[in-house]
């Protein structure tokens, strides 16, 4: 058995913007088995700026386990990853694919038969008003029931779109997402989730930075809208700091990317306690490659939730790998005979 790692910059076909920021670029990494003639590929999809991973570490980490890839256990290996989660969940994607023995193929299912489809929402990137708009309708062109939209750079020009969308449809033909990524005041925030209210909308994710705990809790405590918590989760490698978080703050929803919270294991310990605690959750990706995004997709398809959930990212990309994955209206599937 042997390791390798390669890092690739994934290029935007066009910026994509963020109360965080534009992005134009994002890097990932590839870590490689070889096992005599046969090659496995997991993604290590770090972000800069988001992932808990240490940045200055993380190429030595990736080396380290290239090295000793042959020497220590399956398990070993990953759970010396907790505090660097996006190798964690390329080896979890690597082993996994040892076990089928078929490179690319993770979890057989109806979905990697090509017999079923995971429903997910169709996502709106910031920009001007025009561009914007010009997303929406195409997605309700494309017959998405459930429209997730990025705010928080510009309120009221956001508000107007959400009203003008809610005018031409109701809350029962539309699905509407809010993902603020923790942009607004604690102060304007209430105001913003009365408004919201108004029009019905499904809920917000991470409407305030992450780690203001008590802040949190008691917007969860009142708000007039479910609250979905997003940069919340991560860092958090611990089952102890897991459960105390969600028992502190009550969420409604908490929303799960496997490359920022440690993988499939890390993901499944949070869906556990969210459980135990009537908290609801669905998959996200986080940028991925179409090699993350399929090793995620063929996961989320054996979860079941019957929720949309939010796994559309492959396009985004001009210098994405080939892949399986095709979007057909507001689901995607796998078609084995690409």
Known sequence: M???FLPYSLLFKQPAGTSRGILKTKLT????????????????????????DPESEYEKKLQW???NIEKEEKETLIESCRKFPSIQFGLEQVFQQIKTKKQGLFFESDFTKGQKGILINGLIWMGSLDFM?????????????????????????????????????????????????????FDEVKKV???LAELEIHSIEQPISAGQVDRMAELCTNSPIPIALDEELIGKFYKNEKEALLKKIKPQYIILKPSLVGGWSGSKEWIKLAEKQNIGWWITS??????GLNALAQWTAILNNKMPQGLGTGLLYSNNLP??????GDKLFYNPEK
């Not at 096992?35 to 997991?42: A, K, V």
């Not at 309120?155 to 539309?174: Q, V």
């Not at 892949?323 to 057909?328: A, G, P, Q, T, Y």
């Open 29 to 52: 990494y590839f870590i490689k088995i070889n096992i005599e003639e046969n090659e496995f590929i997991g993604e290590c999809s770090f972000f800069k700026g988001l992932s808990a």
């Open 193 to 195: 989730l009365n408004q």
């Open 65 to 67: 386990i290239c090295t």
């Open 286 to 291: 986080a940028l991925e490659s179409n090699i």
């Open 323 to 328: 892949s399986k994955l095709e979007i057909r």
């Open 2 to 4: 042997k390791a390798s």
């Open 133 to 185: 708009r010009k997303q929406i309708q195409k997605k309700i062109a494309e017959k998405y029931k459930c429209i997730k939209l990025k705010i928080g750079i510009n309120w009221e020009e956001e508000f107007k779109i959400l009203k003008n969308i809610r005018k031409e449809f109701s809350s029962s033909d539309l699905e509407l997402r809010v993902d603020a990524n923790g942009g607004f005041s």
